[in-house]
């Protein structure tokens, strides 16, 4: 996995920059496009609410574009808060491949572990 030193943009900065600005998009005239409250909207736009599938669905009909591009946005951004918080950092090197978790079961198999539950 390739990751950068550099915090990419958040879901808010690029629908409020790259989206709502240049198209001189309001978050009530957005949220009355999208059919939500503008409580979503606004939570959207400072980064305190997550992009769902569903959501990233209606906002690639507003704009037209696609849900993969909202829901990457939303997922290089959850990456990189976890590679890059000493709490997440610690519970994913806790994490052991499987060969590594086959190999200190002695000398039970992997196959036989498998089978066994």
């Known amino acids: 996995m390739l990751m950068t030193k550099r915090k990419p943009a ?14 001189g998009l309001t978050q009530a005239a957005l949220a009355e496009a999208m059919g939500v ?12 609410r997550n992009v769902t599938a569903a959501t990233a669905l209606i906002l690639a009909r507003v704009f037209g574009n696609s849900p993969d591009f909202w829901l990457n946005v939303q997922r290089r951004s959850d990456l990189w808060e976890a590679m890059n918080s000493p709490r997440e950092r610690e519970r994913i090197e806790r994490a052991r491949p ?12 992997f196959r036989q572990v498998e089978l066994s539950q």
Do not use: W, Y
């Open 98 to 109: 499987l060969r590594a978790a086959a190999c200190d079961l002695g000398s039970r198999s």
């Open 37 to 48: 409250q503008r409580k979503h909207v606004n939570e959207l736009c400072n980064n305190r």
């Open 10 to 23: 958040t879901v808010g900065e690029i629908l409020v920059q790259e989206f709502m600005q240049p198209m």
